[in-house]
């Protein structure tokens, strides 16, 4: 399995498998989807693979944003100072989030503990969900003053 800063990345036959690393939440943020789209594209280009798995370690599949971390907190005060400044990383997302719908093959989104938010858009994502009884999905973002992200307003009522 190779690693990459967020996620470990591995071949087993024909499947693709992608395991989000950042346990025990899984903490949703531009760097872990860039690095999901990044592999979702090399499975595409590798005519072995017919299939990709999405999973995670630890408690949660993705808890969501981590609205304590530090580097967030920075970056909200820097927004506060420049508005304008805020809608960098807010596009970036988009972007990523676009290369993961575009891919072309199968995607199965194996979620356990948590998906919310950020976490429940990369499970929707998927072009299928196999979950458990522990499994818990929640769309906060109204509840937090956010517009749902990752393309939730299309893909969720469709689903």
Known sequence: MSTTKDIGVEKIGHVGL????KPPLNFFDISLINQIA???????RDIEIRSSVLAAQGRAFCAGDNFNDPARQEQEARAKA?????LGPIAHLYVQAVRIFRNQKPIVAAVHGAAIGGGL?????ADFRVTCPEARF????TKLGFHPGFGLT???PEL
């Not at 858009?121 to 994502?125: N, Y």
């Not at 929640?138 to 973002?141: D, L, P, Q, Y």
């Open 82 to 86: 420049d508005p304008a400044s805020s």
């Open 121 to 125: 858009g990369l499970a929707v994502s």
């Open 154 to 156: 299309v893909t969720l």
């Open 38 to 44: 990044d592999a979702l594209e090399e499975f595409d």
């Open 138 to 141: 929640a769309a906060n973002f």
């Open 18 to 21: 992608i395991e989000i690393g």
